[in-house]
């Protein structure tokens, strides 16, 4: 966590979700990125692959689906951190997946290939309790093995 905190970086950008649906095969999640807001349904993960679909939606109407459908929410700080020639996206996890910090890259192909910035610890992908729904059900903060 050092080497990210020392890292010079982006200004990041808070996201705030929720969960409507977090069945492993059908996901429903809203976004809220300051005045921008996406519903979005994910199919069930296959190796590092999974069927998204988005939707751009208005703000108050994600709002109002955060506040009466979402059973699970969370929220993190987002950064889109350049290395490689490629984009990382890196999640800083608030309230209570305060602590974990999560970076992400978009693939053309499962099989491309792309090295680790110094920054990044462990390989997660496939680990399911790293998913987003997953976290908003059993958040960071209740793991123990990694305490």
Request: aromatic share 8%; glycine share 8%; proline share 5%.
């Amino acid at each position: 966590m050092d080497l990210w905190m020392a890292l010079p970086k982006p200004e990041g950008e808070l996201l705030l979700q929720g969960y409507i649906c977090t069945d492993p095969e059908r996901t429903v999640r809203i976004r809220i990125a300051g005045q921008r807001a996406w519903l979005t349904v994910k199919g069930i993960t296959t190796g590092a692959s999974r069927t998204e679909i988005e939707c751009g939606i208005p703000v108050g109407t994600a709002g109002e689906l955060l506040s009466g459908f979402a059973q699970n929410r969370i929220s993190k700080i987002r950064y889109k951190v350049p290395h490689g020639g490629r984009t990382w996206e890196v999640d800083v996890f608030l309230e209570e997946n305060e602590g974990l910090i999560v970076a992400e890259l978009e693939l053309e192909s499962e099989d491309a290939s792309f090295a680790l910035p110094e920054w990044v610890r462990a390989e997660v992908t496939g680990e399911r309790r790293y998913y987003n729904a997953v976290l908003s059900r059993h958040p960071f903060k209740d793991w123990t093995a990694e305490k």
